[in-house]
């Protein structure tokens, strides 16, 4: 029986691996891909009046509705926000990410630019790029824009992905973060704006532009 070809996505917090790739999930899964979303942190600050379980349980509930619509399975850990790269060491996460890796043998992987101007998203990039140095498998290693309007990465080549078929699915999926009210808070006309701008390299009418770094 041959393997399913799997796709890993990391991303931050729990939203972010549908605003930078939910699109390109979809339509993967829709090929009948493997997706497997990690989630570094629950994001406990979005909420500071409440207790952090709380917060926590509603924020999970949230990510694995999304990936229900997207078809993909997540995973959590739970690093502090501000404090991840510090925390992904002194928690040894290292070796559960390079287990995740020899295990599922992705053929990509998708992850923050270090463009984008949040630290938390720098320091995931950070982190994946040590990953893949010292992993023994090596796949094709992507970046996806979620804070950062624009992206100035010219010297890598840009994959584009036909998402015509799965814009409104990737909508659908932010709409369940009901607690970040991200519909409203994230800007609609930049999700527009580039899945539209991305869509006419693929002479579509919706795209998403990932960056291969290696």
């Known amino acids: 029986m041959t393997k399913k070809e799997c796709i890993l996505v990391l991303g931050a917090h729990s939203d972010d691996f549908v605003i930078g790739a ?13 997706i497997v979303s990690v989630v570094f942190s629950y994001g406990e600050k979005s909420h500071p009046w409440l207790k952090e379980n709380v917060v926590q349980k509603f924020r999970a509930k949230e990510a694995f509705a999304a990936s229900e619509l997207l078809n993909c399975k997540t995973v959590f850990f739970d690093l502090k926000e501000g404090h991840f790269y510090e925390e992904y060491k002194e928690k040894g996460l290292e070796k559960d ?9 992705p053929n990509k992987i998708f992850t923050h630019s270090n463009e984008d101007p949040h630290p938390d998203h720098k320091a995931i990039y950070k982190i994946v790029l040590e990953l893949y140095d010292k992993a023994n498998y090596k796949p094709e290693l992507y970046t996806y824009s979620v804070w950062n309007p624009i992206s100035l990465k010219t010297k890598f080549p840009a994959l584009y992905v036909d998402i015509r ?4 699915t990737k909508l659908q999926a932010l709409r369940t973060f009901k607690s970040q009210q991200i519909h409203i ?9 580039r899945a539209i701008k991305n869509g006419i390299k693929t002479r579509s009418l919706f795209g998403e532009k990932f960056y291969r770094i290696k």
């Open 165 to 168: 078929k799965t814009f409104s």
């Open 22 to 34: 939910g699109g390109t999930i979809a339509k993967y899964a829709q090929e009948g891909k493997k």
């Open 97 to 105: 990410l390079l287990k995740i890796i020899k295990k599922e043998k």
């Open 185 to 193: 808070s994230y800007p609609v006309a930049l999700l527009f704006f």
